[in-house]
Structures are given as C-alpha cells and as structure tokens.
T-cell receptor, first 111, second 114 residues
Framework: GENVEQHPSTLSVQEGDSAVIKCTYS??????FPWYKQELGKRPQLIID?????GEKKDQRIAVTLNKTAKHFSLHITETQPEDSAVYFC??????????FGKGTRLHILP | GAVVSQHPSRVICKSGTSVKIECRSL??????MFWYRQFPKQSLMLMAT?????????EQGVEKDKFLINHASLTLSTLTVTSAHPEDSSFYIC??????????FGAGSRLTVL
C-alpha cells in the first residue's frame, strides 16, 4: 500500500522567512496530494492540494510543488507569520481511495 | 463548503464499557467515510474505511470486533469502541469525501478511558 514519508519532523523559522516541508510517496498510482494544517486540539484543515496533472499550485503565501517522476511533493510557505505555527501533514491518495498521511511537521515561527 | 459534524467531542468512560461516536455529513452525501485515530503528538492513523451499505474495510492491526463501524446512510457513520480500555484513550477523527477526493474532517472526539 501507499507509504508517505515527511520531513522534517520539526521546523523552526524566523518570522518573515520561508518554510519548506518535503514529502515522498511510494505508490505511483497516487494522483491526489493534499496538505493539512492542524492547530493544537483542533481538527486538520485542508490548506492546499494538488493533483498529478499539475506540477505547481499557489495560493497567496502557500505553494505546493509536485515531481511525479521522483514521487516528491513539497509545501512552501513564504513570509511566515506567527499564525502559521501548527502541525502540517502531507497526504497522498488515488482517486476515491483512502488518504494516507505523513507523520507531520511541527512548524514554529520564531518572533 | 462541506461540513462534517462529529459527536461527542469529549467522552470519559469506565474501563469495560462501550462508547459510540457519530459522524455526520451535513450538506453533502458521503458514500465513503474514514475513521482515524490520533495519539498525542502523532499523525493521523487510518483505522478503517466505511462505505454506505457495506461492511467497513479495516486497516491492518485494527480489531474489527473492538471498533465497530456502521455506515447506515449516506450522511451518517458511527464508530463504537467496545469494552474500552485505557490504551484506547485517544483522539478519534472521522472524515468524509464528496467523491472528488476532497476530505473534510469532523472536529474529533477525545476519548478517555479510566
């Protein structure tokens, strides 16, 4: 089955700098890659997603890139702000199939 | 947007009792719902996939007789933790898909077994 690896497990960046979280997946048939943000004690919230027919997608300060050949995808957050502090999960799935999550990255934005 | 309601948000029970958690899609029909478990500071681990009108598909290592899943309608799935023990204490989160891969999560249920 699908296996999703996520790095780093913890990331601290200075406010205003960029943060990058990287994930790899194992099943070449996976074609949907969402990213979720989870604040302490709350449910995960979808922040951006990408499908395998697209190499890059951007939404304001958040962007996701996908390299299907290498089975890599990454989350980029620019101009980080204190409210970006949270745990971020990458995930992968095939159409209408279960979504498998990475282990998460705890992002700390330093003042 | 899609909304998933999950109840109860918190439950405390005695060891040996059973607890039922409900997951409802409020504004869409969810042919498939997923149940995840999340231990403190860990990722979401998929427990089972619930399809309306059929038996749930459990992930390896998840006891189907202990975690009973029922998906009786297109808007409701329930998870019953039977004969709960302290090691079952966790955050249980349901999610539902509208069939377009977009996964919407419930608010989660924090189970504490004394």
């Amino acid at each position: 089955g699908e296996n999703v690896e996520q790095h780093p497990s913890t990331l601290s960046v200075q406010e205003g700098d960029s943060a990058v979280i990287k994930c790899t997946y194992s099943d070449s048939a996976s074609n949907y890659f969402p990213w979720y943000k989870q604040e302490l004690g709350k449910r995960p919230q979808l922040i951006i997603d990408i499908r395998s027919n697209v190499g890059e997608k951007k939404d304001q300060r958040i962007a996701v890139t996908l390299n299907k050949t290498a089975k890599h995808f990454s989350l980029h957050i620019t101009e980080t702000q204190p409210e970006d502090s949270a745990v971020y999960f990458c995930a992968a799935s095939k159409k209408n199939d279960k979504i498998i999550f990475g282990k998460g990255t705890r992002l700390h934005i330093l003042p | 947007g899609a909304v998933v309601s999950q109840h109860p948000s918190r439950v405390i029970c005695k060891s040996g009792t059973s607890v039922k958690i409900e997951c409802r899609s409020l504004d869409f029909q969810a042919t498939t719902m997923f149940w995840y478990r999340q231990f403190p500071k860990q990722s979401l681990m998929l427990m089972a996939t619930s399809n309306e009108g059929s038996k749930a598909t459990y992930e390896q290592g998840v006891e189907k007789d202990k975690f009973l899943i029922n998906h009786a309608s297109l808007t409701l799935s329930t998870l019953t933790v039977t004969s709960a023990h302290p090691e079952d204490s966790s955050f249980y989160i349901c999610s539902a898909t509208d069939g377009a891969n977009v996964l919407t999560f419930g608010a989660g249920s924090r189970l504490t077994v004394l």
